[in-house]
């Protein structure tokens, strides 16, 4: 069993796959000051004795050398750090000094669902939207806050404004002031989505499937008919894909394994 995380910039995601098979799914958020103790707790509940493996994806770096030695102590092995370097996804042209490793592996992960050039729609504390081409390159994206942190934001430097947590709307003409924030944001963020994803689609000269994926999918597949899928777990697959050949090419190096293939 493999034990996936991904630590994201508000919480970890974290999974557990027999296989290729995600068969558990679930998130640690953290305290201000997390410990190695405390993520090692969350980890055993999460996983009991099952992760044989462990293979983690990080945009926070503080954070990373915490869950590392935590799942060291969780699954008694070493855990793989999946990064743009490391991951065996091909990127064109971005800069893969300030490639962010889940929007690589999502995309990574969407194409080899469907086998086609895909638009991914990663929509969480910030929201991306990026482009893999049929070939399987990473071709880049844009960058956004997510729906959420726009509420958020909105309500922390509005002092007459409530924060709205974000939702279907289902008017535009809105009649009182949640309602009409909730509009904005349903309704804005469509409009954002849509225009993004026609240049993105007239830039690249293809015809690429559009996905999301992230806490808030499911609310911009409602808000978006351009969406034809829902994938929640992307990043994780992504995270699983590129770790299981990590650790075939760790083990292809190892001395007994070598010394058996050459008998």
Request: include cysteine; aromatic fraction near 4%.
């Amino acid at each position: 069993m493999l034990l996936a995380i991904d630590i994201g910039n508000t919480r970890a995601s974290i999974g557990l796959f027999a296989g290729t098979r995600l068969m558990k799914r679930g998130s640690i958020d953290w305290p201000a000051r997390p410990s190695v103790r405390a993520i090692e707790q969350k980890l055993n509940a999460f996983a009991g004795k099952g992760a044989h493996h462990a293979c983690i994806a990080s945009v926070v770096p503080r954070l990373t050398p915490i869950f590392a030695a935590a799942c060291r102590k969780a699954s008694g092995t070493r855990p793989l750090i999946v990064t743009p370097r490391n991951a065996g996804v091909r990127i064109k042209g971005y800069n893969i000094r300030q490639l962010g490793i889940d929007r690589l592996l999502a995309a990574a992960a969407a194409h080899r669902r469907h086998r086609r050039a895909v638009i991914v729609i990663d929509a969480g504390t910030a929201m991306t939207i990026d482009l893999m081409t049929a070939r399987g390159e990473f071709a880049g994206g844009v960058i956004l806050p997510g729906i959420g942190s726009s509420a958020r934001g909105l309500g922390e430097i509005a002092a007459r404004l409530p924060c709205v947590p974000p939702s279907r709307a289902r008017r535009v003409v809105a009649k009182n002031t949640r309602d009409a924030i909730r509009a904005g944001l349903f309704f804005g963020y469509a409009g954002l989505i849509e225009r993004i994803v026609e240049r993105m689609v007239k830039e690249s000269r293809a015809r690429p499937l559009v996905v999301a994926t992230g806490g808030d999918a499911a609310l911009i597949k409602r808000a978006c008919p351009i969406v034809a899928r829902v994938h929640p777990d992307l990043v994780l697959e992504g995270l699983m894909i590129s770790a299981s050949g990590l650790f075939l090419r760790r083990l292809a190096r190892s001395p007994r394994y070598s010394s058996r293939k050459d008998r």
